[in-house]
């Protein structure tokens, strides 16, 4: 079956912060760093969820209401069992598709292969690349994609 995607609601709060503990391990965000997230739908953000029945993925995107600045691709993360099964370019497709005209940056980790390869796969370009960015020393990519890539 597929997931429908669909925005996020506050009931999808409980559920988001375990299966991003479960994604991201010590770098998922707090329960109050989520509240945070949902406190800015109204202005800024757009959390969508991929929905079997439960959440079984998400994306998270901060979209500056100047359409000029770029929309940052803050998180996208699939339930572990549910990984390769397509749910990510569902979740990626639905994100850009918010994203008409805009341009859209993100980072990640060099050595998240699969992550690099979902994004590529997408348009998303490397720009640049920033030395020791994460906890680690591990680096990161800084990737563009621009509509005209969809
Ligand atoms: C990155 C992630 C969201 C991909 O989700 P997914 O549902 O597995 O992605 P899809 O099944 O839609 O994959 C689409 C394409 O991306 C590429 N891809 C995805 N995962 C890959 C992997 N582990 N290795 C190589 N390519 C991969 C492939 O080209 C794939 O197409 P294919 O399966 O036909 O070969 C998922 O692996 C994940 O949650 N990772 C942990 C969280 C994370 O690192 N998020 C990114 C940083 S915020």
Same mark, same amino acid.
């Given at each position: 079956?597929?997931?429908?995607?669909?925005?996020?609601?506050?009931?999808? !709060?409980?559920?988001?912060?375990? #299966?991003?503990?479960?994604?991201?391990?010590?770098?998922?965000?707090?329960a109050?760093?989520?509240?945070?997230?949902?406190?800015?739908?109204?202005?800024?953000?757009?959390? &969508? *969820?991929?929905?079997?029945?439960?959440? *079984?993925?998400?994306?998270? #995107? &901060?979209?500056?209401?100047?359409?000029?600045?770029?929309v940052?691709?803050?998180?996208?993360?699939?339930?572990?069992?549910?990984?390769?099964?397509?749910?990510?370019?569902? !979740?990626?497709?639905?994100? !850009?598709?918010?994203? @008409?005209?805009?341009?859209? #940056?993100?980072? *990640?980790? @060099?050595?998240?292969?699969?992550?690099? +390869? #979902?994004?590529?796969?997408?348009?998303?370009?490397?720009?640049?690349?920033?030395?020791g960015?994460? +906890?680690?020393?591990?680096?990161? &990519?800084?990737?563009?994609?621009?509509?005209? @890539? !969809?």
């Amino acid at each position: 079956m597929r997931p429908a995607i669909r925005p996020a609601t506050g009931a999808d !709060l409980d559920a988001l912060v375990a #299966l991003d503990k479960v994604c991201f391990g010590d770098s998922a965000w707090s329960a109050s760093a989520w509240d945070d997230e949902f406190a800015r739908l109204a202005t800024d953000r757009v959390v &969508l *969820v991929a929905d079997e029945g439960e959440v *079984v993925g998400y994306v998270v #995107l &901060l979209v500056p209401p100047v359409v000029e600045d770029p929309v940052d691709l803050l998180r996208i993360a699939v339930s572990p069992a549910e990984r390769r099964t397509g749910i990510g370019g569902q !979740l990626m497709t639905a994100a !850009l598709q918010r994203c @008409a005209g805009r341009t859209v #940056l993100l980072e *990640v980790a @060099a050595g998240n292969e699969g992550a690099g +390869a #979902l994004y590529r796969g997408y348009g998303f370009e490397e720009i640049s690349r920033r030395r020791g960015y994460y +906890a680690g020393g591990e680096e990161a &990519l800084i990737m563009q994609w621009q509509e005209k @890539a !969809l």
